[in-house]
């Protein structure tokens, strides 16, 4: 008999909270959001954080909201249906396809949306993560 993936990891209960996210609209039917320089976020997708599988778009629920006209934050629960578990998802999304989340222990983890069809070289990316990383050490340093 094999084991599950929920069986190999630790799985948490869903939250009030996560139980609340859900029963809001898709995050598709909340999309495409513009931002002011041109750049419109059209797709958001989420994979599960235990088998790796993809969350169907049907799937995704939760809250779009841009606190400020150059970063789209979105927080939402996904349902994935290999693991039967509530996924969590919280990003801010940049006008320049810079994304950020969180893992596990609260490190932040940069990324950027489309790399593939932006056309973004391994040499552009290492320079775009280089500068990110000054500008939290700098930031550190000043509340530090």
């Known amino acids: 008999m094999q084991d599950s993936p929920t069986d190999r990891a ?17 995050i598709s039917s909340q999309l495409p959001v513009h931002y002011e320089n041109g750049y419109i976020l059209d797709v958001f997708e989420g994979a599960c954080s235990v088998c790796g599988g ?3 778009a049907k799937d ?3 809250s779009i909201v841009q606190p400020i006209k150059s970063i789209t ?3 939402a629960v996904g349902l994935c249906r290999t693991c039967k578990i509530a996924v969590p998802f919280f990003m801010r999304i940049k006008d320049d396809g810079t994304t950020q989340t969180r893992d596990a222990r609260g490190n932040w983890i940069i990324g950027m949306v489309d790399e593939k ?7 552009e990316k290492v320079i775009a993560l ?3 990383a000054v500008l939290l050490i700098g930031f550190a340093w000043l509340i530090g």
């Open 10 to 26: 630790k799985v948490v209960p869903i939250t009030p909270q996560q139980v609340e996210t859900f029963r809001k609209p898709t």
């Open 130 to 132: 280089l500068a990110s």
């Open 54 to 56: 993809k969350v169907a």
């Open 117 to 123: 069809d932006k056309g973004i070289t391994p040499a």
């Open 73 to 75: 934050v979105i927080e």
């Open 60 to 62: 995704l629920h939760g």
